[in-house]
């Protein structure tokens, strides 16, 4: 009578079935790596817009007031001549850095788990950290018109 069973060439076929699967999972793995290091590494293009956009939106009015999250800056309304409050802000519901004008809403960077502005005499410094852990600095030079 015959013992069914496996052979020894059965066996090194099954083997090396087996660790080209796991060396297939292994290249799936760090491709998907890769993808998701070019989805996020997009926050560098997105924090060099958000600087622009930052400078841009402070050169609009006058420097007000900053908060530990809000950096608060006046504007006047052409119209009436009067001047209003805005700020850019941290919507941690959202996790995103957002300019507040009138009744506007206006989101600049996202991704974003924490903002925190510091105030010396000539400028504010100010540190993002994005959702991935990563931290960004910068500092904007307070105009004294």
Same mark, same amino acid.
């Given at each position: &009578? ?11 076929? !099954?083997? &090396? ?14 491709? $998907?790596?890769?993808? =998701?290091? !070019? ?13 622009? =956009? ?12 900053? !908060? $530990?999250?809000? %950096? ?15 700020? %850019? ?30 105030? $010396? $005499?000539?400028? %504010? ?21």
């Amino acid at each position: &009578m015959k013992n069914k069973g496996f052979t020894l060439i059965e066996c090194a076929v !099954a083997l &090396m079935v087996l660790s080209l699967f796991l060396l297939g999972t292994l290249g799936v793995f760090q491709q $998907s790596k890769q993808v =998701q290091q !070019a989805v996020y590494g997009r926050n560098a293009q997105e924090w060099h817009v958000f600087l622009i =956009q930052f400078e841009d939106k402070l050169a609009e009015g006058t420097f007000s007031r900053v !908060a $530990s999250n809000k %950096i608060y800056y006046n504007k006047v309304n052409s119209a009436t001549n009067r001047e209003y409050e805005c700020r %850019i802000e941290l919507n941690s519901n959202r996790n995103e850095i957002a300019i507040r004008e009138k009744n506007g809403y206006e989101p600049v960077l996202t991704e974003v788990r924490k903002l925190q502005f510091r105030k $010396s $005499s000539q400028y %504010i410094l100010f540190t993002v950290t994005f959702l991935n852990g990563e931290q960004k600095n910068g500092k904007w030079t307070i105009d004294k018109t």
